[in-house]
């Protein structure tokens, strides 16, 4: 292949990626009051999880495994910001899209459908970062957040949630194409959620957790999609951690991609279009 072709196939992906942004973020914005009330709803659970923490840490005297109220309330704000990175096109849509055929126009287009989700969904999350500044403005003002981040550590945080959001992408475009083979996946589904839930942290910092929770996090992806962007904004954390975990998610990406790739070339084969 020559150059001038790889020149050509760059710049079909940064139209095609210019284009899925576009029309994400003129769409989104034409339902900002929808995706606010959305974000806003989403601001319960980190809130609970807020003042448990907070009360436990007063009621123990200031603090919780070194975690103060102010900690706390670092941790859950930037929360917000992240679970809204986190979300990308759920593994429940993949019976929808085989279902009612919609797999087959995605499959006449000349990239890989990949593409156009990660695509639109970081259109989505431009609008989303630009919503979610007034709201954790309001936040901060209730809780008061302890929150002295160096500029290392908000580059950091920067590229932190983009990672997130590639390998989150990434893991749940190989967990949805489980259904290629069957058609009773929820239990799966819910069980990948839960180890999520407790590996991640997102309900809890995984420094509060047990030693042996943390050693077994640390085989997984989860933590690099939602524990490591907050810590490398709220800390602490040294600039030798940051770089271990870039590198940790980085390794992810590439799996990520290895295997999305490997599972669709055996999940083509054994798709068959349904329409009603």
Known sequence: MTATTYESGARAFVRLYSALFRLAIIEQFQ????????????????IIYLVVWSTVAEARGGDVGGL???????????????????????????????R?????????RPLHPIHYDIGYFAGWKIVVIVLWIPLAIVLSLIFQPELDPTVIQAAA?????????LI??????????????????????????????????????MRLMPDWVQTVAGYLPFESTFGFPITALVGPVTNEELIRGLLTQALWIGIGVAGVSIMWR???????????
């Open 31 to 46: 339902y900002r009051a929808a995706n606010y009330f959305y974000m806003i709803g989403m601001v319960t659970e980190p």
């Open 68 to 98: 103060t109220p102010g900690a706390f309330a670092a941790y859950y704000i930037v929360w917000t910001l992240v679970r809204n990175m986190n979300i990308v096109f759920t593994p429940f849509g993949w019976e929808q899209r085989i």
């Open 100 to 108: 009612e055929g919609q797999l087959s126009g995605q499959l006449v």
């Open 157 to 165: 945080f920067f590229v932190a949630i983009w990672g997130a959001y």
């Open 168 to 205: 989150r992408t990434l893991l749940l475009w190989m967990l949805g194409m489980v259904t290629f083979w069957t058609t009773r996946i929820t239990a799966a589904f819910e069980v990948f959620f839960a180890a999520e839930l407790l590996l991640s942290g997102r309900l809890v910092p």
């Open 266 to 276: 055996r999940a083509v084969r054994n798709y068959t279009a349904v329409s009603g």
